[in-house]
């Protein structure tokens, strides 16, 4: 299974990087999307230091659900999905591979540009490490609620607006402790309980979460 594992990974990484507008897109729109933060409100340091942890984890949100939308359009498309449930290989094997290659392509550049953005801002040197930490703990639960969202809008018109108001709403949570986590070390308090809070919710996500995605992809493939 580890090989298969680390096959489907390699293939998922190698047909992201030929599908380059899969991933730039949300890298470029994360990057736009910050940078307009103080030209619509203000260019005052403090105010940056403050608000700007907030709003690059509200531009990370956006940018995951751009990215999750047509996840598995192109795999049903091909047949790959059929191909796999007749193969012996899990589909919910599948699945965290596919998730895992997409948060390296798509989640991964937006938080090694992140300290590159907060030294543009005037952000300290520890504000921006524990931004990093809090989008390195939350970014995987996004990309994974994302995936079962798509899974089961998959083959529904429009699904783009329905995605999001499905979707939304589930990472309210991930949104509230990763901009909290930032929000306690700038102002000297511990951040042990969101830490501690996002880790649980990843180990949960990522044992729980790729079975229903496989079973949702299962009813689209019946349908």
Same mark, same amino acid.
């Given at each position: 299974?580890?090989?298969?594992?680390?096959?489907?990974?390699?293939?998922?990484?190698?047909?992201?990087?030929?599908?380059?507008?899969?991933?730039?897109?949300?890298?470029?729109?994360?990057?736009?999307?910050?940078?307009?933060?103080?030209?619509?409100?203000?260019?005052?340091?403090?105010?940056?230091?403050?608000?700007?942890?907030?709003?690059?984890?509200?531009?990370?949100?956006?940018?995951?659900?751009?990215?999750?939308?047509?996840?598995?359009?192109?795999?049903?498309?091909?047949?790959?999905?059929?191909?796999?449930?007749?193969?012996?290989?899990?589909?919910?094997?599948?699945?965290?591979?596919?998730?895992?290659?997409?948060?390296?392509?798509?989640?991964?550049?937006?938080?090694?540009?992140?300290?590159?953005?907060?030294?543009?801002?005037?952000?300290?040197?520890?504000?921006?490490?524990?931004?990093?930490?809090?989008?390195?703990?939350?970014?995987?639960?996004?990309?994974?609620?994302?995936?079962?969202?798509? $899974?089961?809008?998959?083959?529904?018109?429009?699904?783009?607006? %329905?995605? /999001? #108001? +499905?979707? *939304?709403? @589930? &990472?309210?949570?991930?949104?509230?402790?990763?901009?909290?986590?930032?929000?306690?070390?700038? $102002?000297?308090?511990?951040?042990?309980?969101?830490?501690?809070? %996002?880790? /649980? #919710? +990843?180990? *949960?996500? @990522? &044992?729980?979460?790729?079975?229903?995605?496989?079973?949702?992809?299962?009813?689209?493939?019946?349908?």
């Amino acid at each position: 299974m580890l090989n298969a594992f680390r096959f489907m990974l390699y293939s998922e990484l190698l047909l992201l990087w030929r599908r380059s507008q899969e991933w730039l897109y949300p890298v470029a729109f994360f990057v736009i999307i910050v940078s307009l933060f103080p030209l619509a409100l203000s260019v005052d340091p403090t105010f940056l230091k403050k608000m700007l942890p907030g709003y690059l984890w509200i531009a990370a949100l956006l940018a995951s659900l751009l990215s999750i939308e047509n996840s598995y359009a192109t795999d049903v498309e091909d047949g790959n999905i059929e191909q796999l449930l007749l193969s012996q290989v899990p589909l919910s094997l599948f699945v965290l591979a596919k998730l895992c290659a997409q948060w390296i392509a798509t989640e991964l550049p937006l938080i090694i540009l992140t300290p590159l953005l907060g030294l543009l801002f005037h952000l300290p040197a520890n504000t921006i490490l524990i931004l990093c930490l809090s989008l390195l703990l939350g970014t995987p639960i996004l990309t994974m609620v994302g995936s079962l969202g798509a $899974a089961l809008t998959l083959g529904l018109r429009q699904r783009g607006v %329905l995605l /999001g #108001l +499905l979707l *939304l709403p @589930l &990472t309210i949570p991930v949104l509230i402790f990763g901009v909290s986590m930032v929000q306690q070390s700038q $102002a000297g308090l511990s951040i042990v309980g969101p830490i501690v809070f %996002l880790t /649980g #919710l +990843l180990v *949960l996500t @990522l &044992t729980v979460l790729p079975y229903p995605i496989a079973a949702a992809l299962r009813v689209s493939l019946d349908e």
